[in-house]
């Protein structure tokens, strides 16, 4: 084990192995660190499953928009099922290291990982993972969707994505992102690909810090992940431009969508969805699946998707396969055509 975590640090970063837990504000639900895992068990029959507590991995730092939802869908599915579901957060390694580790984790339906599209988007951006996401992890269930959110400061002469695409093809904009290779970055590289445009990227650490600097005036734009930017839109420090979903979005019925501001194949989604490992058995799956997409069908649960800044977004284990495999493909071309590089 000492070995495995000198490799990971060597890989990743010492830092990069660090677990964070905290109780979530939103469902109320404890978290804790997973304890170390033993000799996995067989699994039990679908019927009887689960039959002790699940662990689900996080790879982000806790209070993070993954790391909320899957807050959410854990308490839901604690109390339908009267088992634990305790959420683990592994961040680092840009979202891998949870990856990996659930990758390997015994495939008995009581290790599961919560997934974004950056997971799609690392399959191009890390080659050589130790561990491959299309072959060591079934998709099991897409919970929701975001849009990005192209945002401006309050201040700023830019009020529409035309006079946005106008200014950046001066090449006089800097654009701020989450960091290389982030769904922001992307949207971004997506918004140059379109217009033949160039902007000044200025990756942060986060998507935190890249707001404040927006706000402050250092950089002009961002194609920010939309809960990260909502509360500064209507707070006024922030003007919101357009979202990048095909429909207007309720918390912000006047900004307009990216077709509607003339930019119709700028439509990007950051999801999340849930993943276990590959031999987990179909049943499991299966049943897993069908939970998460009942839960998502109470009006509750709904309701308080869409105040955290996204849409219930569900599909079962095929369709989000499917669905999965398309995001890969389709990101790997921008990512090879801009030259995208992780950090």
Do not use: C
């Not at 974004?116 to 969707?145: C, E, G, W, Y």
């Amino acid at each position: 084990m000492v070995r495995g975590l000198i490799r990971t640090a060597l890989r990743y970063g010492a830092g990069a192995l660090v677990a964070l837990s905290a109780v979530s504000t939103l469902t109320g639900l404890a978290s804790a660190p997973a304890a170390a895992q033993g000799t996995a068990q067989a699994s039990v029959p679908a019927h009887d499953y689960p039959g002790k507590p699940i662990r689900y991995v996080v790879p982000f730092a806790a209070g993070g928009l993954t790391d909320i939802m899957a807050r959410l869908v854990g308490h839901q599915l604690a109390e339908e099922w009267k088992r634990p579901v305790v959420v683990d957060n592994k961040p680092g390694g840009n979202a891998n290291i949870g990856a990996d580790q659930v990758a390997k984790a015994p495939a008995d339906g009581y290790t599961w990982l919560a997934v974004t599209l950056t997971h799609a988007s690392n399959v191009t951006l890390f080659p050589r993972l130790p561990f491959s996401m299309q072959k060591d992890l079934v998709p099991v269930a897409r919970i929701a969707s975001s849009p990005m959110l192209v945002v401006v400061p309050a201040s700023s002469p830019v009020r529409s994505m035309k006079d946005l695409a106008a200014a950046a093809q001066k090449g006089k904009l800097n654009a701020g992102s989450s960091g290389n290779g982030t769904p922001p970055h992307l949207t971004l590289a997506l918004f140059e690909s379109l217009t033949g445009a160039s902007l000044t990227h200025v990756p942060y650490k986060g998507g935190a810090p890249s707001m404040t600097d927006l706000i402050g005036g250092q950089i002009d734009v961002v194609f920010s992940n939309f809960p990260e930017s909502l509360a500064y839109v209507k707070g006024g420090k922030l003007r919101a431009l357009a979202v990048t979903t095909r429909e207007r979005h309720p918390l912000l019925p006047d900004v307009p969508t990216v077709a509607e501001a003339g930019f119709p194949d700028l439509i990007v989604e950051n999801w999340t969805g849930l993943m276990m490992p590959a031999a987990t058995p179909k049943p499991i799956v299966d049943k897993v699946a069908a939970s998460v997409a009942r839960m998502l069908q109470a009006d509750a649960v709904r309701e308080r998707i869409v105040a955290a800044g996204f849409s219930p977004a569900p599909q079962t284990s095929g369709p989000f396969a499917e669905y999965f495999n398309g995001e890969v493909t389709r990101w790997a071309r921008l990512i090879e055509e801009k030259h995208i590089r992780a950090e």
